[in-house]
């Protein structure tokens, strides 16, 4: 199936624009930095782009920003996780502010996430 380039090119510019806690996981996640798992950074899964993908346990990581805490926002993504739940995959949601407060316990969990997943592939 051919992607949208109109996405390619969005995804490309976002890994370009990080925010600050993208930039940050991005450093942990990269090179097999993590539990040696291979994540992808602003990854397509049309029609959506994810933040952190990771093929080989079917991981999704979304980081999100105050302006998911609208109603309108919240509403939207839970039909962007319903979505990729459907297709198999395991989506996990920390806000920015955690992920650069409270880097440690982010990973924890995310650790034990991953542990699971690994075990159930």
């Not at 899964?45 to 609208?70: K, M, N, R, W």
Request: charged residues 25%; glycine residues 4%.
């Amino acid at each position: 199936m051919k992607i949208n380039s109109q996405l390619l090119e969005f995804a490309k510019n976002m890994r370009t624009n990080a925010t600050d806690a993208e930039h940050l996981m991005w450093q942990i996640l990269r090179a097999r930095g993590f539990m040696d798992l291979k994540f992808r950074r602003q990854h397509v899964i049309a029609p959506y782009i994810v933040d952190f993908y990771c093929h080989e346990i079917g991981l999704v990581i979304e980081l999100d920003g105050s302006q998911h805490g609208t109603d309108d926002a919240v509403e939207y993504d839970a039909e962007r996780t319903k979505f990729l739940e459907a297709l198999g995959l395991k989506v996990v949601r920390y806000w920015n502010h955690e992920v650069l407060g409270n880097t440690e316990v982010v990973l924890e969990h995310l650790w034990e996430v991953c542990c699971e997943l690994k075990v159930n592939k």
